[in-house]
């Protein structure tokens, strides 16, 4: 059991940091919204946007590869080899992304940046360290430095934050507003860079095994590719049919729902780098086990998180942001909550086709999914408007998800509960009729509301035995022993 106690306790640290990633989303929406524009906030939400969608492209799936094949190395000479072999091949591309950014400044400020050709200067070079970060992060994550991974996330973020809600609060415009992401990335790579030189020391690679890591990472392109597409250019596609300030609308409402995909980054960020071990072993029991485990976890708290932001939805948004987002906004929110249960259980599942090494299927998913998503949205958008961006998103993660898990089940049974998912589901709705029946509307009566919701979902669950008794137990003797 002592495998567990640990996996928990770093699911633990992980979710922490997690929660803090996205509260500071949360934090900072009050900040712009009521300081900026709309339509200038709309400019934010397409930085951010482009800076997840850059390392998708730049980092050719290397980071998850560092964890693939590196997570069990010990031979010190090899890691450096092929950390740093990987570093350069990123270094690289990420540096002709941004060149090309560049060159193309006009067309692509015309089109997502409502005309502010500053802003794209200053996020080409954001997405560039971006890219960078991300190789450097995943080198903690890979050799289960947890403490240090989490760290540096939450570092970047509140950095990030701090400073543009600084600039935001002393009445700067958007573009030294954006500056805050650039300082809070290069601080991060300088504290980062340090520690990894110091521990493996400098070196020039010699791509000995770079082919046959290229060999995994590259099937993965399209399926990260891809993956961004569902996620996120649906801000892009709104931003050219619909303006910045549609995207203003949309993105408050579609960050309060996607705030229940900080519950899967625990498993995500971990189960790659554990359950290699006990696959290689031939231990498949064991990794049943994580999975299983994986899995009613992040649904015993996604569903009635779920039902309760998609009831309060407006209530909440009239708080963290104007009415005019509010009101423009709200019905956003409980597609995207339904879409990121979705993309949870998509994100635990695949680990199965990945121990496989069937990252072909993957890919192919997603590649899929991706000109579904694009084609869906170019219908929906100009005659449903930002929640038919939503409706869209939803319904390419349920595609993802059953094929995957079609795949899946081929080789190791899905990690699902179905007596334990019905309960929970059970107990959801209750707490959901409750909160329904209060309609809270004030910050006060929200937070009373939510506490009482969460006390009457936990009674029931354990009044159907939901939660077993031996789980209690597990977590009391896990929690004495952290």
Known sequence: MNEYKQFVQRIGLVGITNILISLSGLIFIPIITKNLSTADY??????????????????????????????????????????????????????????????????????????????????????????INLMLISFFRTFQQIKRYSLFLVLQTYIGV???????????????????LLIANLAVFIIMIILIFRYLGLAIPKFKYLKEELEFAIPTIPSN????????????????FLGSAAVGYYAPSYALGSILLMFLSPFAILLPS????????GNLEKVSVFLKYSMKYFLLITIPAAIGLSILSKQI???????????????????????????????????????????????????????????FNMIAVPYMGIVGAAIVTLICYLIAF?????????????????????KTILAAFIMGVFVLFINPVDRTSIIITVIIAVLIYFGILLLMKGIEKEEFEFFKEMISET
Request: aromatic fraction near 14%; glycine fraction near 6%; proline fraction near 2%.
């Open 42 to 131: 709309g400019i934010w939400a397409q930085v951010n946007t482009t800076i997840a969608l850059m390392p998708n492209i730049a980092n050719l799936g290397l980071p998850y590869t560092m964890v693939r094949f590196l997570s069990a190395e010990k031979d010190k000479n090899k890691i450096k080899e092929s950390f740093y072999s990987m570093l350069a091949v990123v270094f690289t591309i990420s540096l002709a992304i941004s060149g090309i950014f560049l060159i193309f400044q006009d067309l692509i400020a015309n089109s997502i940046f409502g005309g502010n050709v500053e802003v794209v200067y200053i996020t080409a070079i954001i997405s560039f360290f971006a890219c």
């Open 402 to 422: 059953f094929i995957t898990s079609f795949y899946s089940k081929k080789y190791i049974e899905l990690p699902f509960e179905y007596k334990s998912l019905a």
């Open 225 to 240: 590719i891809s993956s961004w597409v569902v996620d996120s250019s649906d801000k892009y596609v709104i931003g050219i």
């Open 162 to 180: 701090v400073i543009s809600s600084y600039l935001v609060l002393a009445n700067y415009n958007i573009q030294i507003v954006v500056m805050g």
């Open 317 to 375: 948004l009239l708080i963290i942001s104007t009415s005019e987002i509010a009101m423009n906004g709200y019905a956003v929110t409980p597609f995207v909550c339904l879409g990121a249960i979705l993309m949870g259980m998509y994100g635990i599942i695949n680990n199965i086709l990945i121990l496989e090494k069937k990252t072909k299927i993957l890919g192919n998913i997603w590649i899929i999914v991706g000109i579904l998503n694009l084609v």
């Open 274 to 281: 554990i359950l290699p071990k006990y696959f290689e072993e």
